[in-house]
């Protein structure tokens, strides 16, 4: 089970106070975040400032757009932001500009659940347009009185990582609390004034990483073998990235220009999310290409139009995701290819495919 990225929240009204945190935690977390007090207070200027004292950290604009999603996530992207919030309440075609304008620009959007009350009907709903980050959280009002973490709590973000969400936990998170959660293939957990209030925040910062690491490897090492195959964020993103390495090896080109990308592994890299865009090859159209995949797949979610020259392929949409689901989906995706008169080296890409998952 993977560790979990660490996420520092910047819920200043300063700026400046929140640039000095910024600097001072940077080297000990994965993730910084704009608050949204403090992108309310100082605007993408907060964003600007932060990414300009901290070029090399992935940033997030905790914006909760609740309205003129494409707009909103164009202007925390073109800040310097990597990642941008919308808000649980958003219209479905608030969230789908703000999605698409993500994709397009190869960053992601998360939905943030404040106020939203059933999770799960409104998570499918986002999982269709094919978003498949969200943040889970215990607000800091819900916080003041009194609301406590439950195993609720945990069954539904179970939920939603089989839904193939990548999950954000946040809300009071402390060193004591985090046992509690390490159970869960969650992808990122948000620390704010557990750092931020702490007297030596860099040093509380670097315990927080180090007691992620401890507690996750232990958890990973707990699990069966026969939970290997269960559909999670972590095998989510690893199939991901098999079928990346799939339709490369067996000749297709990817939508985003890889040749500068750090790779699959790293939190820096350009393909985002489990959806991966490929180019139509030769005189091919997406139309074409995704009336031969539906002949042969039935799952919703699992392939679609990006543009009239481009389709996606989306693992996490394949419900019992398996080793051997992924292999199907490179199989089928080069039979239809082939039956529109396109040869592909299907057996390459299985083979890339099978180096990532881990089979000779």
Not at 308 to 334: K, Y
Request: aromatic share 6%.
């Amino acid at each position: 089970m993977t560790t979990p990225l660490l996420q520092i929240a910047l819920d200043y009204i300063s700026l400046p106070k929140a640039l000095v945190m910024a600097y001072q935690v940077a080297p000990e977390v994965d993730i910084i975040e704009i608050g949204t007090p403090l992108c309310k207070a100082a605007g993408l200027e907060a964003i600007r400032a932060v990414r300009e004292i901290c070029p090399d950290k992935l940033i997030l604009a905790d914006l909760k757009t609740p309205d003129v999603g494409g707009l909103e996530a164009a202007m925390a992207f073109d800040a310097g932001a990597d990642m941008m919030t919308v808000i649980g309440g958003a219209a479905l075609a608030t969230v789908e500009q703000a999605y698409s304008v993500a994709r397009k620009r190869g960053k992601e959007m998360l939905m943030e659940l404040t106020g939203v009350r059933d999770i799960l009907a409104r998570a499918t709903e986002w999982r269709k347009i094919g978003v498949d980050r969200i943040v889970y959280h215990r607000e800091w009002d819900a916080q003041s009185a009194g609301r406590e973490w439950t195993e609720a709590d945990k069954d539904i973000i179970r939920k939603l990582i089989n839904m193939g969400y990548r999950v954000t936990i946040t809300g009071g998170m402390t060193l004591d609390l985090l046992p509690f959660f390490a159970d869960l293939p969650v992808s990122v957990l948000i620390c704010g004034r557990g750092i931020r209030e702490a007297a030596e925040p860099r040093a509380a910062a670097h315990q927080m990483r180090m007691a992620l690491a401890d507690l996750w490897s232990k958890s990973a090492s707990n699990l069966s073998s026969s939970n290997a195959s269960t559909p999670n964020s972590s095998f989510a993103d690893l199939s991901a990235k098999a079928v990346r390495w799939g339709v490369s090896g067996m000749g297709l080109s990817l939508v985003i220009d890889g040749r500068e990308c750090p790779g699959c592994d790293s939190p820096l890299r350009f393909c985002l999310g489990t959806q991966i865009e490929i180019q139509c090859p030769g005189d091919l159209r997406s139309d074409d290409v995704i009336r031969g995949l539906g002949q042969i797949i039935t799952a919703n979610g699992v392939f679609g139009r990006v543009s009239e020259n481009a389709f996606f392929l989306d693992p996490s949409q394949l419900g019992d995701l398996s080793r051997n689901r992924v292999i199907d989906l490179l199989n089928a995706t080069g039979t239809a290819l082939r039956n529109l008169g396109y040869p592909v080296d299907t057996n390459a890409g299985i083979k890339a495919a099978n180096q990532v998952l881990g089979i000779s």
